[in-house]
Structure formats: C-alpha cells, structure tokens
C-alpha cells in the first residue's frame, strides 16, 4: 500500500485534514471529539506523516492529542508552507486548499517527524510566554513612566510595576517547582546552569522552547536556534552571510549568555578576542559565541555531563 500524507490546515474552530494522494477530505471540530474522530478515521491506514502549521495555541492541544495517538508528526514553519503554495502557483487561499497543499509539501519535501512535547513541556511552554508578555508590558511601564506628570498616573505606574514583578517571581518559581518534579528536566536545568553565563533563567528559556537539546548534531543545533549563518552567494558575488530563521526566543535568549561569556569565561573570551582582532564586528563575534554555546549545551546535555574548566 501506499504511504500516506496528511496534511491538517489548523484553525481556532476547525481541522481541514487532506489525505494525499487518496484526495479525501474532511473537516473537523478543533477540540478532544474532533481529535478522537480523526484517529478513528485514519485508523489502519499506512500514514508517512500528518505536516500541520505551527499556529500558537491553536494547534498544540491538536499535536499533544495526535502524539499520544502514535502518529508520526511534523510540525512545519508557516513562512516555508506558504512559500511552497507561492511555487505552486496557488494564489487563492482557503482552509481546504491548505490542507492539500501542506499534504503535498510533506509528500514532496518529506520533513523530519519529530515527537509531540509532553504536557510538562507544553506547560513550560505556556509559563515563559506569559512570562515573556510580562517582561514587555514591564519595559512598556517603565518607558510610559518617565513621561508621566500626573501623581496618580505615577501612583498607578508604581502599583502596575510592582504587579508584575509578583506575577513574574510566581511564574519563575512554578517553572522551577515543575522542572525540579521531573528527573530528566532537572538534570537538564544543573547542566545548563552549570555553563559560565547561562543564568537559570535563561536555562528555563532552552529547557521550555528547545526540548530538542541533545538529541541534534552540531549542525542542526545552531539552525534551530538561530545563530547558524546563511551564506549568500550567486556568480561571482558573494555577500555578507547572516543570521536568519531559527526559533526567535532562543536566540534571544543565548544573547545575554554570549555576553557573559565573552567577558569572563577564558575559552570564549579568547574567541572573541581573536575574532574582533581580525575586524570581524562584535555582533558577528557574539554570534558566534551564542553559536558555540547552544552546540556546547547540546553535547553536555547528550553526555549527560556538566560542564567543567580545562585542566591547564
């Protein structure tokens, strides 16, 4: 028999699912009866890989739902779904249009299948969002505050500020009580934190949008962060390659890291010492060392090992 793509256009209310090449189509409820009816009907049938959109919230319950099922997930980056259908020459737009297309770009493409997140991933996931939505309504607080004239705009401005610096330590501390439950995630946690520069917050940060870590080459590493240059080059020209893709939060997240690193750890300082002494920028120079320093988290984590200094 032939294998199977499926491909499920996701969205607040519904579930397009195409089934290539049978061509069937249907549509379902985008909650637990709508899942359940989806596995029964695609029961006994020799499924390749179901390749979704990651759309937010929409499609996790969906994902956390299909993994528990057994089925073979891929989870795709709108932005190369779209591209695809643009190849196509698809200009129309329309749930069930694409739920084909992205049934056609995981049988064409063929995309990794990867593991649905536990619950306890996907809990993290949801806390250091809110916590990220809470360091900016802070920095907006802060930035409105230094404008402000009125005494009671002023007064409010304080209370909010003070808000949200209870919300933000109730949130770290439960994202460290559910790490510390779980034996892989805290031995996670000590590796991580025992990198110079990767402070424990920015270990919640790998931990709850980069479960993937010592799983992946070195190559695969610095993509899915972000810190993997693209080299752009055409003929005879060759232009200045840069840091693009990836998953934003990581690579923000390794910044303040590389910094640290750069300054007091002796390895790294070097790197950047060499690198900025041969005219590369210090960004450039600091990319690389957050580049270095996800590939490092990543080895130490498959080794299940902390980090510890070179022996002179």
Same mark, same amino acid.
């Given at each position: !028999? %032939?294998?199977?793509?499926?491909?499920?256009?996701?969205?607040?209310?519904?579930?397009?699912?195409?089934?290539?090449?049978? &061509?069937?189509?249907?549509?379902? @409820?985008?909650?637990?009866?709508?899942?359940?009816?989806?596995?029964?009907?695609?029961?006994?049938?020799?499924?390749?890989?179901?390749?979704?959109?990651?759309?937010? @919230?929409?499609?996790?319950?969906?994902?956390?739902?299909?993994?528990?099922?057994?089925?073979?997930?891929?989870?795709?980056?709108? #932005?190369?779904?779209?591209?695809?259908?643009?190849?196509?020459?698809?200009?129309?737009?329309?749930?069930?249009?694409?739920? &084909?297309?992205?049934?056609?770009?995981?049988?064409?493409?063929?995309?990794?299948?990867? @593991?649905?997140?536990?619950?306890?991933?996907?809990?993290?996931?949801?806390?250091?969002?809110?916590?990220?939505?809470?360091?900016?309504?802070?920095?907006?607080?802060?930035?409105?505050?230094?404008?402000?004239?009125?005494?009671?705009?002023?007064?409010?401005?304080?209370? #909010?500020?003070?808000?949200?610096?209870?919300?933000?330590?109730?949130?770290?501390?439960?994202?460290?009580?559910?790490?510390?439950?779980?034996?892989?995630?805290?031995?996670?946690?000590?590796?991580?934190?025992?990198?110079?520069?990767?402070?424990?917050?920015?270990?919640?940060?790998?931990?709850?949008?980069?479960?993937?870590?010592?799983? +992946?080459?070195?190559?695969? %590493?610095?993509?899915?962060?972000?810190?993997?240059?693209?080299?752009?080059?055409s003929g005879k020209r060759t232009g200045k390659a840069f840091v693009t893709g990836g998953r934003v939060n990581? #690579?923000?997240?390794?910044?303040? @890291?590389?910094?640290?690193?750069?300054?007091?750890?002796?390895?790294?300082?070097? !790197?950047?010492?060499?690198? %900025?002494?041969?005219?590369?920028?210090?960004?450039?120079?600091?990319?690389?060392?957050?580049?270095? +320093?996800?590939?490092?988290?990543?080895?130490?984590?498959?080794?299940?090992?902390?980090?510890?200094?070179?022996?002179?």
């Open positions: !028999m %032939t294998d199977l793509t499926i491909g499920i256009d996701v969205s607040k209310d519904t579930l397009d699912v195409h089934i290539h090449p049978a &061509g069937e189509h249907r549509q379902f @409820p985008n909650t637990p009866t709508g899942f359940r009816t989806i596995v029964r009907w695609i029961a006994d049938r020799p499924v390749a890989r179901l390749v979704f959109e990651a759309t937010g @919230p929409y499609h996790r319950a969906f994902e956390r739902a299909m993994g528990e099922a057994g089925l073979p997930l891929c989870k795709v980056n709108p #932005r190369q779904a779209k591209r695809f259908g643009e190849a196509l020459g698809q200009l129309a737009k329309t749930d069930r249009m694409d739920a &084909g297309m992205l049934a056609r770009f995981g049988a064409l493409l063929e995309p990794d299948v990867r @593991p649905a997140p536990s619950k306890i991933i996907s809990d993290l996931k949801d806390l250091h969002v809110a916590r990220t939505a809470l360091i900016k309504d802070r920095t907006a607080a802060k930035n409105r505050e230094k404008s402000l004239q009125s005494l009671l705009l002023k007064r409010q401005s304080r209370e #909010r500020l003070a808000q949200i610096a209870r919300h933000l330590e109730a949130i770290e501390d439960r994202m460290l009580t559910i790490i510390e439950s779980d034996q892989d995630l805290a031995r996670r946690l000590a590796i991580l934190a025992s990198i110079p520069g990767v402070a424990t917050r920015s270990a919640f940060t790998l931990i709850a949008d980069m479960p993937e870590l010592g799983t +992946l080459d070195s190559q695969a %590493t610095a993509a899915l962060s972000g810190a993997a240059p693209m080299t752009r080059q990581v #690579r923000q997240a390794l910044y303040m @890291p590389a910094l640290v690193a750069a300054r007091f750890n002796p390895d790294f300082a070097a !790197m950047y010492q060499a690198m %900025t002494a041969r005219g590369k920028p210090p960004k450039v120079a600091l990319t690389a060392i957050m580049r270095k +320093l996800i590939i490092l988290a990543n080895a130490l984590i498959k080794a299940d090992r902390k980090w510890e200094p070179r022996v002179a």
